[in-house]
Nanobody
């Protein structure tokens, strides 16, 4: 049984930093693309960042230079380091895993086979 468990969400002030973690079990972690999505109240879930099995990384434009996605294959864990947090970063952050690794679809919700339960990040101004 595949499980993805996010942690690290908090209430932060603007300009602060957070690191989210996603612990995976029940899958061959180093063969999966791992991604982070987020969903703000009243909005659709959106792609934030992803790291492929190769280590290549991809970001949405609004977080480039502030967020860093990474993975530790030995620990079956993906991370999202978030610096320079802004109030518009407030959302529930979800971890997701994709086995097929189709690059053109890396930002699509439907690409991902497994999802975590989410962790709340709130940024106050």
């Amino acid at each position: 049984q595949v499980r993805l468990v996010e942690s690290g969400g908090e209430l932060m002030q603007a300009g602060g930093s957070l690191r989210l973690s996603c612990a995976a079990s029940g899958l061959t972690f180093n063969r999966y693309t791992m991604a982070w999505f987020r969903q703000a109240p009243g909005k659709e879930r959106e792609f934030v960042a992803a790291t492929r099995w190769s280590g290549h990384t991809y970001y949405r434009e609004s977080v480039k230079g502030r967020f860093t996605v990474s993975r530790d294959n030995a620990k079956n864990t993906a991370y999202l380091q978030m610096n320079g947090l802004k109030p518009e970063d407030t959302a529930v952050y979800y971890c997701a895993a994709d086995r097929d690794g189709i690059l053109s679809a890396i930002r699509d919700l439907d690409t991902y086979d497994y999802w975590g339960q989410g962790t709340q990040v709130t940024v106050s101004s």
